[in-house]
Protein backbone atom coordinates (compact mmCIF):
# COMPACT_ATOMS: atom_id res chain seq x y z
CA UNK A 1 0.00 0.00 0.00
CA UNK A 2 1.82 3.37 -1.44
CA UNK A 3 -0.11 5.23 1.05
CA UNK A 4 1.49 4.10 4.28
CA UNK A 5 5.14 5.34 3.00
CA UNK A 6 2.75 8.89 2.95
CA UNK A 7 1.08 8.45 6.71
CA UNK A 8 3.25 9.58 9.95
CA UNK A 9 2.96 6.68 12.09
CA UNK A 10 3.66 6.20 16.03
CA UNK A 11 5.19 2.82 15.81
CA UNK A 12 6.67 0.70 13.49
CA UNK A 13 4.39 -1.97 13.98
CA UNK A 14 1.39 0.19 13.12
CA UNK A 15 3.12 1.57 9.71
CA UNK A 16 3.94 -2.89 8.98
CA UNK A 17 0.01 -3.56 9.36
CA UNK A 18 -1.10 -0.64 7.49
CA UNK A 19 1.59 -1.41 4.78
CA UNK A 20 2.06 -5.20 4.85
CA UNK A 21 -1.85 -7.16 4.85
CA UNK A 22 -2.88 -8.66 1.71
CA UNK A 23 -6.45 -7.73 0.05
CA UNK A 24 -9.23 -8.31 0.84
CA UNK A 25 -7.91 -7.37 4.17
CA UNK A 26 -6.13 -4.62 3.12
CA UNK A 27 -5.91 -1.62 4.29
CA UNK A 28 -7.32 -3.19 7.72
CA UNK A 29 -6.41 0.73 9.03
CA UNK A 30 -6.26 3.22 6.98
CA UNK A 31 -7.32 7.52 6.85
CA UNK A 32 -11.01 7.89 5.88
CA UNK A 33 -11.85 10.35 3.00
CA UNK A 34 -12.43 12.92 6.08
CA UNK A 35 -9.83 12.39 7.45
CA UNK A 36 -10.62 9.67 10.46
CA UNK A 37 -8.17 7.58 11.61
CA UNK A 38 -10.13 4.06 10.86
CA UNK A 39 -9.55 0.01 11.62
CA UNK A 40 -11.50 -2.64 9.90
CA UNK A 41 -12.54 -5.18 12.80
CA UNK A 42 -14.63 -7.44 11.12
CA UNK A 43 -15.57 -8.43 7.37
CA UNK A 44 -19.05 -9.97 6.16
CA UNK A 45 -19.72 -11.66 2.56
CA UNK A 46 -23.57 -10.34 1.38
CA UNK A 47 -25.15 -10.84 -1.99
CA UNK A 48 -23.86 -7.49 -2.81
CA UNK A 49 -20.14 -8.24 -2.44
CA UNK A 50 -18.08 -7.63 0.82
CA UNK A 51 -18.81 -5.72 3.76
CA UNK A 52 -16.98 -4.04 6.21
CA UNK A 53 -17.01 -3.14 10.29
CA UNK A 54 -14.94 -0.23 10.81
CA UNK A 55 -14.18 1.72 14.17
CA UNK A 56 -12.63 4.86 14.88
CA UNK A 57 -8.69 4.81 16.47
CA UNK A 58 -8.61 6.70 19.53
CA UNK A 59 -4.84 4.93 20.32
CA UNK A 60 -2.24 3.21 18.79
CA UNK A 61 -3.64 -1.09 19.53
CA UNK A 62 0.37 -1.64 19.21
CA UNK A 63 1.98 1.16 21.64
CA UNK A 64 -0.85 3.30 22.92
CA UNK A 65 -0.03 6.46 21.72
CA UNK A 66 -2.78 8.88 21.38
CA UNK A 67 -3.92 8.86 17.57
CA UNK A 68 -7.09 11.19 17.73
CA UNK A 69 -9.92 12.39 20.31
CA UNK A 70 -13.45 12.13 19.98
CA UNK A 71 -14.06 15.83 19.62
CA UNK A 72 -11.39 16.13 16.42
CA UNK A 73 -13.41 12.96 14.71
CA UNK A 74 -16.93 14.91 15.92
CA UNK A 75 -15.55 17.58 13.61
CA UNK A 76 -14.63 15.36 10.74
CA UNK A 77 -17.87 13.63 10.58
CA UNK A 78 -21.16 15.79 8.76
CA UNK A 79 -24.44 13.64 9.88
Known amino acids: ?3 AR ?3 FCCDSLR ?3 AG ?3 PAA ?6 ENGVLM ?9 EGLGYLDQ ?8 GTKLQDAKAIAEKVSH
Do not use: K
Open 6 to 8: DEI
Open 39 to 47: MVVGLVQTE
Open 27 to 32: PTVYRA
Open 56 to 63: AIMHCPFC
Open 16 to 18: EVV
Open 21 to 23: LPA
Open 1 to 3: MNE
